[in-house]
């Protein structure tokens, strides 16, 4: 079995359905994805493969064989964060950090998939991650704000007209 | 059958440390040859921005930028006691140690700034990483310059220490628990208002707005506070609403066994935030402060309940106010006597004195 990690194709030795949480981390060192419940329900193991949010700790490996999963450590370093990392700095989208690496995939995803800037949206798209400490508010802004970013030039000080900017409820 | 809108409001005073056996923090600081300080400090951060804050004090104390700074309390080795990251003390109790280490090594700066300047240390201050004469910025040493001398000119390591250890608070009389002195630092103060949507139909409680006003005495890192309280707010709308081991179950066989049984405050369970931060300075906290971390989550219950009596009329006195509590009271409101006389049956009561015996004479 192999999966290629962020980039790279890595044999894996671990027997096929140890999930692909104990993989990344035991043996293959990638402690972003974060063990929480092992149920499937606080979202903190979540890695991205095929392009694909998806649980780690219920994903057996034998599963995901050939596969590519993207976890934070694939996304940017820190002299090159991506928009979603930068806009988490930038709002202070983080306390402990623990539900974060998680957190940054999920919206990686929903920018991928053309996100909106609209809160209810962002809000929906991240209801599978728990997080106990920054109330979400920040997590939310940050996404927004990423979003943003990334559908108008950031030396534009005039936010382009095609970029719809929704309020509360309004759609 | 409709949905009910309600306001509730509250208010919390909570105490900062706890001082039964002093309430000791411990930091040391030393200076590196090119100035970068490294701090040393037993209290850590679990998410509170602790390390952030210490960090900010030293650089502030001593003068220096705040990326100079190095926290490290990686290890119980090498970082001094501490008693822990709770009764909200971080910031005030190991702030006022690090800011009593920073200030020790300010003063090793300013002896060595004087010797190569000659200059009474007493003439000189630190301002953004320069040592200079009062009254004359332009005569100035950089602290790097400083701590180079001190290293290869001086043959001396600049570090200070700092430590915070408040009176013994000695239980006096255990009956009353009352004790000898000040059983904690400073109080903080906060008011909380909150407006819900109570459906009569199915009991449900949502939490629209939660506004809130905390007192912090002074907000060292103001983006800080303000994720602590929105952090606090959310738990605080789990506590009132929604989290319970036992969730709906009479008997803890029945008790939920996966997290899913667990309602932890979703992002869609997010209400709407609106805070303010009132700066209302502590005698003896670093610069100010107070502690904020866990009165963040006290307020909102009690809001939400008297919101919820606002929106239906009723007092639910559990948390949290779950549906099935919310549709009991209001069953008890609709038909709460019997030809006007107050009558209550409780099976568990009745078996156990029919049981045991017992005759109701009252
Ligand atoms: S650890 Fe996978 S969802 Fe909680
Ligand atoms: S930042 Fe601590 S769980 Fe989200």
């Known amino acids: 079995m192999n999966i290629v990690l962020n980039g790279v194709t890595v044999a894996i030795k671990s027997p096929p359905l140890a999930s692909l949480l104990t993989v ?37 490996i034998a599963a995901v064989d050939g596969a590519s999963v993207t976890t934070v450590e694939g996304l940017g370093d820190s002299d090159h964060l991506t928009a979603v990392q930068q806009s988490f700095v930038n709002h202070y989208a983080a306390q402990c950090g623990f539900c974060t690496p998680a957190m940054i995939i999920a919206a990686t995803a929903y920018l991928e998939g053309n996100g909106s800037s609209d809160r209810e949206e ?16 920040k997590i939310v802004s940050a996404v927004a704000a990423a979003v943003a970013e990334t559908t108008f ?11 719809v900017i929704k309020s509360g409820g309004q759609t | 059958m409709a949905t009910h809108r309600g306001f509730g409001i509250s208010s919390i005073e909570y105490p900062t440390g706890m001082n039964q056996n002093g309430d000791p923090s411990q930091a040391w600081v030393k200076v590196k040859p090119d100035g970068r300080v490294d701090v040393f400090s037993g209290t850590s951060d679990i ?17 220096i930028p705040y990326d100079w ?58 301002v953004d990483g320069e040592v200079q004469v009062k009254g004359s910025p332009d005569t100035k040493l950089g602290v790097a310059d400083v701590a180079a001398a001190a290293t290869w000119t001086h043959g001396v390591l600049m570090t200070g220490t700092g430590a915070q250890l408040n009176e013994y608070a000695e239980i006096t009389n255990t009956l009353t628990g009352e004790v000898s002195g000040p059983p904690h630092a400073a109080i903080s103060y906060a008011a909380c208002a909150a407006e819900v949507e109570v459906d009569d139909e ?3 409680v949502r939490v629209l707005r939660l506004i809130q006003v905390y007192d912090v005495g002074k907000a060292i890192n103001p983006s800080l506070v303000e994720g602590q309280i929105e952090g606090g707010a959310l738990m605080g709308l789990g506590l009132g609403v929604l989290e319970n081991s036992y969730p709906y179950y009479p008997s803890p066989d029945h008790r939920g066994y996966s ?40 307020g909102q219950p009690g809001a939400i309940t008297a919101a919820v009596h606002d929106a239906v009329g009723i007092w639910v006195t559990e948390l949290p106010i779950t549906p099935e509590l919310v549709l009991r009271a209001l069953d008890a409101k609709a038909e709460p006597r019997r030809e006007g006389k107050l009558i209550a049956f409780d099976e568990e009561l009745s078996v156990n004195s029919m049981a045991s015996g017992i005759s109701w004479s009252v």
Not at chain 1, 36 to 42: H, P, V
Not at chain 1, 155 to 162: K, L
């Open chain 1, 24 to 60: 990344l981390r035991e043996e293959l060192n990638v402690t972003s994805t974060k063990v929480g419940c092992e149920q499937g329900g606080c979202g903190a193991c979540t890695a991205l493969v095929n392009g694909k949010p998806q649980r780690t700790c219920l994903t057996p």
């Open chain 2, 47 to 63: 998410g509170n921005g602790a390390k952030t804050i210490q960090s900010q004090i030293v650089a502030e104390a001593i003068g």
């Open chain 2, 69 to 126: 700074v190095t926290f490290d309390n990686s290890n119980t080795d090498s970082s001094p006691v501490c008693t822990g990251t709770f009764a909200s003390r971080a910031t005030f109790v190991a702030g006022n140690a690090v800011l009593k280490a920073a200030m020790d090594v300010k003063q090793k700066i300013l002896e060595v700034a004087g010797k190569e300047m000659e200059v009474s240390p007493e003439d000189l201050h630190i």
């Open chain 1, 122 to 137: 962002i809000e929906e798209a991240l209801k599978g991650h728990t997080c106990r400490c920054t109330g979400y508010q």
């Open chain 2, 259 to 298: 997290i899913g049984s667990y309602y932890m405050p979703s992002s869609e369970d997010m209400p709407e935030y609106k805070t303010a931060i009132i700066e209302n300075p502590s005698a003896d906290g670093p610069y100010g402060a107070k502690g904020i971390g866990e009165m963040a989550n006290n």
């Open chain 2, 202 to 204: 199915t009991g449900d």
């Open chain 1, 153 to 163: 030039d950031l030396t534009v000080t005039t936010p382009s007209p095609n970029t």
